[in-house]
């Protein structure tokens, strides 16, 4: 080997040995270095791309990933940090396709394996997702990674012997790496024991300090512990220093922050999550909400991510802690009616996991549910309550049906739409003679100084005053039977005031 190749490859050695120790930003200064005398090496190409890629630069990165697989088409590390960087700008098909093309090379390559079943996971594709992660399982027996992401797999699926198997695997196996800690602390996340979660994630944090997944699940567990000391802050800060280009540390700090009634540290976090994505829709609407500007509806985008990411625990988390009872209410509100009704046809308006169509079975023939988050729709399939399901918000599938019910409900639906106008219109379009619509709101507090037809909340959700209800359906011809304060349910530990109405089309 000549001097100059020798210099070149401890080079070569120093870069990534800087890259894994975490100081990407040295790395890449000296893998460029190096291009510049191996500017097409595979190798070169593909980690260059990768530290670029983890470091937010995904448009300088991803070029040299796809440059690397295509100089080296059997170059199985190349496809993995690729699928990497295409998991990065969420182009989930192009990740699998790179998973299975480096698994056509190496069937047995344990990370590329998990990482496919992790990427269908996020895409729903939860059966294909846990046969990838019993095929993991079967590579390496007493490994707990596989079985702690198969049991959440199986929490999806509802498959209760899976989800036992998955228990009592993970609970032999030891937990020896970064990725086991963090999967292990989600478990414990999942299971609403933050404190258990709290010492895993520091454990994975120890093991890999640069683990941004990690750094912000833990964030997530000191809030939910209550922030002492003002170090769920702290951790945020750190999750969001680990993902520099990541906007989801900022945010759920400011949610946060909003939440504590700290509004003006809250706008803060937001902009600063704008300046990481200017087009981020969230960020946007919760520093709108912040600011109590006022916008007449939560964007879609918005709804449909926050429900997607709360359906495999809505029920628990909304039932059983937040003590949610509006659908029990209406039907004992329906049930008390005189004379006594059967009703022919519901829709349910946001029928999320199924929780009305529950409780007003025993009052209804047939259900029709209509939701923006598709993981709620799964669940609410499963229960069997409907005869048709559809994937669309409430004004836009109102806006294309032609059927009409005698009985349509929108139980804490109105919290993502502060103008309702458009949306009363159609439901009265789509009520039958003498058909009752049945819905609850937030309701607007004079004493927290909330005034007008609605707000905005710093909680990112509506309330609307008891007037603007009601002259609102004086304005398409529904009547008022019954209006009342209820408890919606408890939000940061106290009872959140609702309101619930009962309006009737009257008989033709």
């Known amino acids: 080997m000549t001097a100059a190749a020798e210099q070149f490859r401890a080079r070569f050695t120093e870069a990534t040995r800087l890259h894994q120790s975490g100081q990407r930003a040295a ?35 991803l070029p040299l990933l796809q440059d690397a697989v295509r100089r080296a088409p059997n170059f199985v590390d190349a496809w993995l940090n690729l699928a990497y960087a295409q998991r990065e700008v969420e182009d989930d ?35 294909l997702a846990a046969a990838e992660f019993q095929r993991a399982a079967a590579l390496a027996p007493g490994r707990a990674l596989p079985w702690f992401l198969l049991r959440r797999v199986a929490l999806w699926l509802e498959d209760a012997d899976l989800v036992a198997e998955a228990e009592r695997q993970v609970e032999g196996a030891a937990v020896v790496s970064a990725d086991e800690a963090y999967e292990a602390g989600l478990v414990r996340l999942d299971q609403r024991r933050p404190a258990d979660a709290v010492g895993l994630l520091r454990l994975a944090l120890e093991r890999r300090p640069d683990h ?65 994505a200017p087009a981020n829709p969230t960020a946007q609407y919760l520093l709108d909400a912040a600011r109590r500007e006022r916008r007449p509806m939560a964007p879609a985008a918005y709804v449909r991510d926050t429900f997607d990411s709360l359906a495999q625990s809505f029920d628990q988390i909304l039932v059983q802690e937040l003590q949610y009872g509006a659908p029990a209410l209406i039907a004992q509100r329906l049930q008390a009616l005189r004379p006594p009704r059967r009703f022919a046809a519901l829709l349910d308006l946001g029928c999320g996991t199924g929780l009305v169509a529950r409780a007003l079975q025993p009052l209804t023939e047939r259900r029709v549910g209509v939701d923006l988050s598709p993981r709620m729709l799964e669940r609410a399939q499963r229960t069997g309550l409907y ?12 806006g294309k049906s032609d059927e009409r019910f005698d009985l349509i409900v929108a139980a804490d639906v109105f919290v993502y739409l502060g103008d309702l106008a458009a949306c009363f219109a159609a439901t009265a379009q789509h009520l039958l003679p003498d058909g009752l619509f049945a819905l609850t709101t937030e309701r607007l507090d004079a004493a927290l100084g909330e005034s007008g037809d609605y707000v905005l909340r710093a909680s990112g959700r509506y309330a609307q005053a008891d007037g603007y209800i009601e002259g609102l359906a004086a304005a398409v011809g529904l009547q008022v039977l019954q209006s009342e304060q209820i408890p919606l349910r408890t939000e940061s530990g106290r009872p959140l005031t609702g309101s619930l109405f009962l309006l009737r089309r009257p008989a033709d």
Do not use: C, W
Request: proline residues 6%.
């Open 27 to 61: 790395a890449i200064s000296l893998y460029r270095q190096l291009r510049v005398q191996q500017p097409f090496l595979p190798p070169l190409l593909s980690l260059l791309g990768l530290a670029l890629a983890q470091e937010g630069l995904i448009a300088d990165g």
């Open 212 to 276: 941004p997944k990690a750094a912000l699940a833990l964030a997530n567990a000191l809030r939910d512990l209550g922030n002492p000391d003002g170090v769920a802050e702290a951790a945020y800060r750190e999750a969001a220093a680990l993902a520099p280009r990541k906007p989801e540390p900022l945010i759920l700090l400011g949610n946060m922050l909003a939440l504590q009634d700290r509004r003006a540290e809250a706008v803060v976090a937001y902009q600063d999550a704008l300046e990481r």
């Open 387 to 398: 005869v048709a399901l559809a994937e669309d918000d409430v004004t836009g599938y109102l």
């Open 93 to 127: 098909q192009a990740a699998i396709a790179s998973y299975r093309r480096l698994l056509a090379l190496d069937p047995r390559h344990l990370e590329a394996i998990v990482s496919l079943g992790k990427v269908l996971t996020e895409i729903g594709e939860f059966r």
